[in-house]
């Protein structure tokens, strides 16, 4: 069966037929520090709306290392390691870092500038996508299950 978004790693495949909920630019320290790049692509979807075949094959550890008991656990694939997708243990979204996680960024280009802060000395991005110190302002977190 074909899927409108396809990624993962060849033991851990992941999927959605549904849009996503958010996507952005994220200049967070977390992400930073996660991923070692100097912004972020990241991609929510809703919770139910992202799967994943072979759950049984993720290794789950926190996200954010200086809040362990934070909601997001990062899923990395136990045979490969692969970054896989982060998961929120209150089920309400689950997110993909598409150049991380074997997605094409076609359809999921980022709308948006997240958690810029002026105080790190980074210039403010100037592309023409507007620039935020959180999420856009409309955002509304799904509830969860």
Known sequence: MSHKYVGGCEHVRTWADHDPIDNHTCHCSVCKRVTGQPTTHVVFFKHGDLSAANEHNMNRQPFNSENPGGPLELCTCKTCGAPIMLDDKQHRIRVIVPNLMGYQSRGLEATYHA????????????????????????????AGS
């Open 115 to 142: 958690f810029y802060d002026p105080k790190t000395g980074v210039p403010k991005p100037n592309d023409g996508r507007p620039v935020y110190e959180g999420l856009r302002p409309e955002f509304a977190w799904p």
